[in-house]
């Protein structure tokens, strides 16, 4: 491929990936206020507890694949795609205004939406090419595909995440 037609492919890339992060805007725009103490009490509860699981895999069996201790098995990553489609629609309910509930959540997210839609979204593009690498039985591209989904999992945190 020359430059022009890979600068095209990636312009092209982009846009696919903004497209998606449209989409998943346009379904998931229903942002509003819990409706209750208990009502934000339990999102962030479930929240918090399916962010917890994406991570035991992530941790657990994603890093043993990396390690060469386990198969490489893409419906592991296709589970980690179901549990993150749940995860965001979660967040339509803004529990920025319950100050006295723990949460890492920043208001930000509430305020930006779209912007937190569209990490949701660059993760699930990672996720896509980790799966392939997967199911490829190429361990080097299996270590970096993990690593961009480290990385999509970071850039939300680093924006929307307190310590
Ligand atoms: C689109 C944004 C976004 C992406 C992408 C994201 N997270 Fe998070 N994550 C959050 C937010 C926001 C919280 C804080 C939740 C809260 O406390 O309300 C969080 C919290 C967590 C927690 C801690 C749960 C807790 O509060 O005790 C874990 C573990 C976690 N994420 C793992 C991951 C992993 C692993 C990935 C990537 C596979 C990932 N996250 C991708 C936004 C994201």
Do not use: Y
């Amino acid at each position: 491929m020359n430059t022009f037609a890979k600068m095209g492919a990636k312009i092209g890339a982009i846009a696919a990936v903004s497209t998606a992060a449209l989409a998943a805007g346009t379904a998931l725009a229903q942002v509003a206020p819990a409706a209750d103490h208990a009502a934000a009490e339990a999102a962030v509860a479930e929240r918090i507890e399916k962010l917890e699981a994406l991570g035991d895999i992530m941790d657990g069996q994603v890093k043993a694949m990396v390690m060469g201790r386990a198969d490489a098995d893409p419906a592991v990553i296709e589970e980690m795609r179901v549990l993150a489609d749940e995860i965001w629609p979660l967040f339509d309910v803004d529990t920025s205004s319950f100050d006295d509930i723990e949460t890492q959540s920043r208001d930000n997210i509430w305020q930006s939406h779209d912007a937190f839609l569209d990490k949701a979204a660059t993760l699930d593009v990672t996720l896509v090419a980790l799966k392939e690498a997967a199911g490829s039985g190429d361990r080097r591209a299996l270590a970096m595909a993990a690593r961009d989904v480290g990385n999509a999992c970071g850039a939300c945190h680093d924006a929307h995440k307190n310590e």
